[in-house]
């Protein structure tokens, strides 16, 4: 590894940014709470709009925020064993899947509850299409990664797909978030939206903090100067492979 | 470069991923003017909702079919020389250009007409962010990568962050394109959206098209084996400046 002064500034860089990430992620899930717990009432598990609040809130935590942090612990974890952190990535996203259910929970019991049909919205549509590739991404990936049995090669074939579909389900949950803002604004302050009144300030707000988290949690693990560094170990392990099958290595720093 | 059956294998499947993002690109083209054209009435240019009606689709044409294309030329003109792709690269951007400012005034023109404020949701926010980066993009990426004064060491700096940006800003178009679908659907089928209709189910099919031709599009051009490779003269320039500062070389197949 080569060390220079611009490499050392860049490195330098990389806490910046996460802590920007964390702020913008944080202030996310605040706002979403605001938005909900002030302007649309409160949470509750009746049926009622308060049981739909939670949705929403459990959302921006499951599938962006936390999703989002997952992602990251490959570039906050840099000197940490490779299992330790693909166990540590797996159980992040493990808790965002249970907030993820139950705000889906909440969504489907608040719609039961008032007779509102399901699934017609393309919020719906990217919605449910986003859950369902995030569980076979989270199958897949414990099978492929953290199965012991499973080979360096099929890893290596296996990890660029991972690591396409990973950062594109997160985008496409983002995608989505702006939709179901969108959508609530209409569905409730639609006299009032255009007036450039406080609520819809808020939440359009809340869209673009969740577009800069997001674009920034991609640069991060995009830029190519802060990927993953394999330790000798892993080095040698991925030297072998290569040897053997003259194409990449499988613990590069790609982030598997 | 080394040859081997995969490889091979990988390089002959480029043609079928690039064909899959004409027949997306140009679905999403016909899908959003049979919606305007047949289920909205058609088009316009006199202030009612016909005017209206000019804007998804020159917005779809430019900001999305377009801005995909001429990304894809790094990729479909791989043996051409790297002056004459990124000019097309500009060209096809600003044509796109065009058919944006076109989609905007009609919006504008038809808002002023009918006394409906500007400005005010979030698909407004993101899509006037998202034509300002694209403008400040184009004309930096022109004095970078087409001004003939301009340093090796200075395209190499800024190319990461034009790809960056780039594909950042594409995305950014097809997710302003879905709040744009969602806007205008609770805004003039509200009433019979939650019952499947037609034309609600036609537009969430084109929210989903729009979102296959964005992954596809990026796919293709992250896809680290269709990367586009230097010829000899611009490997060997590379070379001299990789020399120069022991970093990437200005000339790698990133897609300046």
Same mark, same amino acid.
């Given at each position: 590894?080569?060390?220079?002064?611009?490499? !050392?500034?860049?490195? @330098?860089?990389?806490?910046?940014?996460?802590?920007?990430?964390?702020?913008?992620?944080?202030?996310?899930?605040?706002?979403?709470?605001v938005?909900?717990? *002030?302007?649309?009432g409160?949470?509750?598990?009746?049926?009622?709009?308060?049981?739909?609040?939670?949705?929403p809130?459990?959302?921006?935590?499951?599938?962006?925020?936390? *999703?989002?942090?997952?992602?990251?612990? *490959?570039r906050?974890?840099?000197?940490?064993?490779?299992?330790?952190?693909?166990?540590l990535?797996?159980?992040?996203?493990?808790?965002?899947?249970?907030?993820t259910?139950?705000?889906l929970?909440?969504?489907?019991?608040?719609?039961? #509850?008032?007779?509102?049909?399901?699934?017609?919205?393309?919020?719906?549509?990217?919605?449910?299409?986003?859950?369902?590739?995030?569980?076979?991404?989270?199958?897949?990936?414990?099978?492929?990664?953290?199965f012991? @049995?499973?080979? *360096?090669?099929?890893?290596?074939?296996?990890?660029?797909?991972?690591v396409?579909?990973?950062?594109?389900?997160?985008?496409? #949950?983002?995608?989505?978030?702006?939709?179901?803002?969108?959508?609530?604004?209409?569905f409730?302050?639609?006299?009032?939206?255009?007036?450039?009144v406080? !609520?819809?300030?808020?939440?359009?707000?809340?869209?673009?903090?969740l577009?800069?988290? @997001?674009?920034?949690?991609?640069?991060?693990?995009?830029?190519?100067?802060?990927?993953?560094?394999?330790?000798?170990?892993? !080095?040698?392990?991925?030297?072998?492979?290569?040897?053997?099958?003259?194409?990449?290595?499988?613990?590069?720093?790609?982030?598997?």
């Open positions: 590894m080569e060390s220079n002064p611009l490499e !050392e500034h860049s490195q @330098g860089l990389l806490p910046w940014f996460i802590a920007a990430t964390q702020i913008l992620g944080l202030a996310a899930v605040i706002i979403t709470g938005w909900m717990g *002030y302007y649309q409160g949470f509750g598990w009746d049926g009622s709009s308060l049981e739909f609040n939670v949705h809130l459990c959302m921006v935590i499951g599938m962006v925020f936390l *999703y989002g942090d997952s992602i990251l612990v *490959y906050v974890f840099k000197n940490e064993s490779k299992t330790t952190v693909k166990i990535h797996a159980a992040i996203h493990l808790i965002g899947l249970v907030a259910i139950v705000g929970i909440s969504v489907f019991g608040y719609h039961s #509850a008032q007779n509102i049909p399901n699934m017609y919205s393309l919020h719906s549509w990217c919605g449910i299409i986003c859950i369902i590739l995030f569980c076979v991404q989270w199958v897949v990936g414990l099978i492929f990664f953290l012991p @049995g499973m080979s *360096y090669s099929l890893r290596a074939c296996y990890r660029p797909l991972h396409y579909f990973g950062l594109g389900i997160f985008i496409l #949950a983002i995608g989505t978030s702006l939709l179901g803002i969108t959508e609530k604004l209409l409730s302050i639609s006299d009032t939206y255009s007036k450039f406080a !609520e819809g300030v808020l939440a359009n707000v809340l869209g673009l903090v577009v800069s988290f @997001g674009s920034t949690v991609v640069y991060i693990v995009t830029r190519s100067e802060w990927k993953r560094v394999s330790s000798p170990e892993e !080095e040698a392990l991925s030297m072998h492979f290569k040897t053997l099958t003259e194409r990449d290595s499988p613990d590069s720093p790609q982030g598997s």
